[in-house]
């Protein structure tokens, strides 16, 4: 009997482990936004096909840019998910993310953001170019310190301004296939820039409510309020 139950607990320890760990690497991997994230890495593919008029660089240029890309996106939104951990528990739509539900630690959430981003750039150094690179870390500096840390909270124009790190995944995808830039890259990164306020403005006026519970100043929900004071 008792030789039973020891056999029945020995074999649940690797089941209760591999339970573990996928619950571990979903919250990491949620902190990265996946769903974001694939979205960037389609336009860094498709400004790679259209750089080289058609066709892809060599699958392993391809690997090592959409992976770089993916960690670079990934470091920039965990880290953003670390500084926003306070209205993200704030906020209905949010407030079952990594953090705010308490699956990530916020110091193992930031050291993760920090290291995946180096190792994004090293990836881009090493198997792309350093044009690509330099891209790379740029976006996220750009997504972390000017527009979670500085435009989200204080202007309307937050997205405006910060939209311009969703646009660099073409940049990134020109260079990773041709080692330059062109006016081509830019108008690809202008179409993004224009698109992506109207974009995010139409989402976020089904969850004005949520912005302004946090105090972040989306146009829609300042808008809004506005509107709202100067009828009463």
Do not use: E
Not at 17 to 28: E, G, I, P, S, V
Not at 113 to 136: D, P, Q
């Amino acid at each position: 009997m008792q030789h039973l139950s020891t056999s029945a607990a020995t074999s649940a320890t690797p089941r209760t482990f591999r339970k573990t760990l996928a619950k571990t690497l979903a919250a990491y991997v949620g902190l990265m936004k996946p769903h974001v994230t694939v979205l960037l890495l389609g336009v860094t593919l498709a400004a790679m096909a259209v750089a080289r008029g058609g066709t892809l660089p060599s699958v392993g240029v391809v690997l090592a840019t959409l992976i770089g890309g993916a960690l670079a996106a990934g470091s920039a939104n965990a880290i953003n998910c670390w500084y926003d951990r306070d209205i993200d528990l704030i906020m209905t739509r949010t407030r079952s993310r990594t953090l705010p539900a308490g699956k990530v630690s916020p110091t193992n959430a930031l050291v993760f953001g920090v290291v995946i981003g180096g190792v994004s750039i090293v990836l881009f150094s090493a198997f792309v170019n350093f044009l690509s690179a330099w891209l790379a870390l740029g976006a996220i500096l750009f997504y972390v310190f000017v527009y979670t840390m500085w435009l989200k909270r204080s202007t309307t124009q937050n997205i405006v301004i910060g939209g311009a790190a969703g646009a660099v995944p073409v940049l990134i995808g020109w260079a990773a296939a041709t080692g330059g830039l062109s006016w081509a890259a830019f108008w690809m990164f202008m179409i993004i820039f224009l698109w992506t306020p109207p974009h995010f403005w139409a989402l976020s006026l089904t969850i004005k409510k949520d912005y302004a519970r946090a105090g972040v100043p989306m146009l829609p929900v300042v808008m809004a309020n506005a509107k709202h004071s100067s009828r009463s």
